[in-house]
């Protein structure tokens, strides 16, 4: 398995920008499919992004496209995930996740019961 840790989260106004980060050590030479999960007060976790091993493959919840983009750097072991044009409703904590399902193709993209390993999350509040 693979350890993650997040950063950048934060508070900001509506229509705000972050750049939450996460990154990946461990056993980094096996590829996973990476993405990001959220989770509010009161909902289930959702999927928000994934990326694919070699970034060929990406995919966002409806309610995000347009707005947020997920990249990773994988001589860095880093995913960030640069979300823009943020919402009262985007205030959730955020997940960065590992999944080895597919080969790190994110095909089809994970859901929660697909991931092999879990940040400790990155809180992201937006008033």
């Known amino acids: 398995h693979v350890q993650l840790v997040e950063s950048g989260g934060g508070s900001v106004q509506a229509g705000g920008s972050l750049n939450p980060s996460c990154t990946v050590t461990?056993?980094?030479?096996?590829?996973?499919?990476m993405g990001w999960f959220r989770q509010s007060p009161g909902k289930e976790r959702e999927r928000v992004a994934t990326?694919?091993?070699?970034?060929?493959?990406?995919n966002y919840a409806d309610s995000v496209k347009g707005r947020f983009t997920i990249s990773r750097d994988i001589t860095k072991n880093t995913v960030v995930l640069h979300v823009s044009s943020l919402k009262p409703e985007d205030t959730a904590i955020y997940y960065c996740?590992?999944?080895?399902?597919?080969?790190?193709?994110?095909?089809?993209?994970?859901?929660?019961?697909?991931?092999?390993?879990w940040g400790q999350g990155t809180q992201v509040t937006v008033s």
């Open positions: 996740a590992a999944a080895r399902v597919g080969g790190g193709s994110c095909l089809p993209p994970p859901g929660e019961n697909d991931i092999d390993s």
């Open positions: 461990g056993r980094t030479s096996i590829p996973y499919c």
């Open positions: 990326i694919a091993r070699d970034s060929s493959r990406v």
